[in-house]
């Protein structure tokens, strides 16, 4: 079938699915909603905003286009008794039957919203057209003049409260001449109820605090009025100055609840970890007495403080040997003016193992791998975690000529040990508690056979990560992180027929198939604008991340090997450590992520990532590791993995195009349609645009340089559907590029597919976990 024909084919469904008439499904009275929309004529009023407050929408629409589910609906009859009515009733989606009601009711609440947001003479009127039984809602907004607030005034009757609002006045988000606002008073609300509950009092919350608002006062201006009474609870005749409160006691309730250290206090065995700090607990507790004390940010005599007891929660729920946790204040009964706090804190299952059988598929070449695991959450008593993973995989390679193996077989064995803190000296407490952070040390041995050679990898690294308590910024350092690479044995046919020439000609190839050693210190950055947990969770929003990161080895090697006058082996050409070259690069990362949101059903998501490596000094050639590449699920979807570029270069040799088609530098932008189908069913329409390129000019890459004047005619792009299996917790994903601009050719039928596609040559076709970006 050539595209010409699917195409034709796709849109004639499409047309067929979305051209059956709805309207028989609906009673004599009755009329179906077909469009709705918010107008106004205030430019700058961002209506935009006010879609929620729509009770009733329109039946959706995939792509924002077509209503296929409406489509897939009709092709039912109104006979609900046959069983293939009732299933295409259950697989589309009915027509909207207009509610008069609802749109009224939906009018004045964005009235109402309308006016709080200044505009206190607004009215929104409904425009509606009926055109064959179809309707068609207009809210149309007349906001009127808008208000702005010319004083503010403080009615506090408690004195003490007076003292600290005033102290710390100039936090406010009210301001004199400001548009007036309701959702900056209920802002404003929050503020002082925050700096209530952390300066000590407890009882205080947000319904103390009163907002008055006089409109009288002329010329379309407001005076504000803030009053706080005096605290009175209830059976209390006489009002008081509100209460404030210090910490007492904390009980730690460790394995057991408040109610059994109540009941059974006697029974329990007890430890005392400070002045005024005891832990409850069963036989011997499952954390150390000093960790507990060092993720608690409440401690006997301090002022009460909803945010120190945030921090104390957040503190202990993160950790992986706590199941979960809890924390509860009361007044201490002999002390008013006091409070006692109860953290309990639940540990899990220490121990655990794992097991992951996977298929694998390289480039056609069919096998398998085992993985087995071991972990334990708790190692030292102090939520250490350490994980302890084995895997082996065969893989059968087939179209190898010339060697006496046809089987690729690997194994490796890897240790991870997680710290729960930062383990470095000098940090302060404060610091501690407002950051969830790790420590983390790894090591790493990896060993691969192949018909060509044998390779052995060993890495370890320590490194640090820590985020604020709102999860938007989280950062990365990689302190040290060494890796050592391995070539035991070389074919001899690979060799002579890839690695003999020691001319410039596949330096590339024979710098990645030496023995080598990586000395490499990297940070990174990553800003969410939405806290998530999870790539999936920014699924749909209107959310946005950018990430930078920054990389660079050899260099304190390089200056050692200087100081200590060593000379450079006149074989490599180069510095070494143990008779290996040391690889020596400085490398940066950048990558932003965006997405529009325009329903339920439908948004748009826009990513630009680039990147940029440069060996130097003891490097010629970046490590085959830290190199570029292009094509696959995750960049420009038209190609397969490593099958795009660098620049115009083609690769040629399928064995050792995967070294080949790599770079120095990368580009790629991306743009995506995400749609919501049916059930946990998504969809997108994609373009992809990017390609990777060399810094130096190699021989065995031609084409492969990036050139200023010549990059942008170098930039490939593609186009393409997908599908997704969306699970909320993880996703599925199917796609199909096909290549519309391809670089790699200059004739005009090649170089532009999008206008003679053929779905053999042009088309990838890639299944993932996760979104691409």
Known sequence: MTPRKFILILIATTLFFTGCSPIRFLKEDETMLHKVRISGDDKELDKSKLGGYVRQHPNSRW?????????????????????????MHRMGEAPVVYDSLSTIRAAADMEAAVRGLGYLQAEVNLDNKVHKR?????????????????????????????????????????????????????????????????????????????????????????????????????????????????????????????????????GLDSTKLAPGIWAYHHGKMMLRPKFLLRRIDIHPGDIYSEQAVQNTYSSLASLSAVMNANVSLEPAGTRPDSLDAFVAVHTGKRHGLSAELEGTNSAGDLGAALSLGYYNRNLFRRSEQLSFKVRGAFEAIKGLKGYDDQNYIEYSAEMELNFPEFKLPFLSHRFHHETKAQSIASLMFDSQDRPEFHRRVLTAAWRYRWHRLNRKRQHRIDLIDLNYVFMPWISETFREEYLSDNSSRNAVLRYNYENLFIMKWGYSFQYTSVPTTSQNDSYGTNAYSVRMGIETAGNLLQAASLLLGKEKNEEKDAYTLFNNAYAQYVKFDFDFTKSFRFD???????????????????????????????????????????????????????????????????????????????????????????????????????????????????????????????????????????????????????????LYPNFKRDAALHFSVGLPF
């Open 600 to 754: 339920d059903r439908n948004s748009l998501a826009v990513h630009l990532a680039l990147g940029i490596a440069y060996p130097y000094a003891n490097s010629k050639v970046l490590p085959y590791e830290k190199r570029y590449f292009s094509g696959g699920a995750n960049s420009v979807r038209g190609w397969s993995v490593r099958g795009l570029g660098p620049g115009s270069f083609k690769g040629t040799d399928g064995r050792v195009d995967f070294i080949h088609q790599t770079g120095d530098m990368k580009l790629d932008m991306s743009m995506e349609y995400r749609t919501h189908l049916f059930w946990k069913m998504d969809a997108a329409a994609f373009v992809d645009a990017g390609n990777i390129w060399t810094l130096r000019n190699y021989e065995e890459q031609p084409g492969g340089k990036f050139r200023f004047q010549t990059f942008w005619k170098q930039i490939a792009a593609s186009y393409g559907l997908g599908i997704r299996l969306n699970f909320s917790y993880f996703i599925l994903r199917l796609d199909m590029g096909m290549k519309a601009v391809n670089p790699a050719y200059e004739t005009h039928r090649e170089h532009f597919p999008i």
């Open 134 to 266: 179809r309707t068609n809602v207009n809210y149309n907004i007349v906001t009127g003049p808008h208000y702005k607030v010319r004083h503010i005034y403080r009615r506090i009757e408690d004195s003490r409260l007076d003292s600290i609002i005033n102290a710390n006045w100039n936090e406010t988000v009210l301001q004199e001449g400001m548009p007036f606002n309701i959702n900056m008073l209920d802002e404003e609300r929050n503020r002082i109820t925050s700096l209530m509950q952390n300066m000590g009092f407890y009882y205080f919350n947000k319904t103390m605090i009163r907002f008055d608002a006089d409109t009288t006062v002329g010329d379309h201006l407001v005076d504000i009025a803030l009053n706080i009474s005096r605290y009175k609870p209830s059976g209390q005749i006489e009002p008081s100055n509100h209460p404030s409160f210090s910490m007492r006691n904390v009980n730690f309730l460790v394995g057991i609840d408040q109610k059994e250290m109540t009941e059974a206090r006697s």
């Open 63 to 87: 792509f924002s286009l077509l209503k296929v589910p409406l489509g897939v609906y009709c092709l039912s009859g109104t006979d609900s008794t046959r069983r293939f009515n009732r299933f």
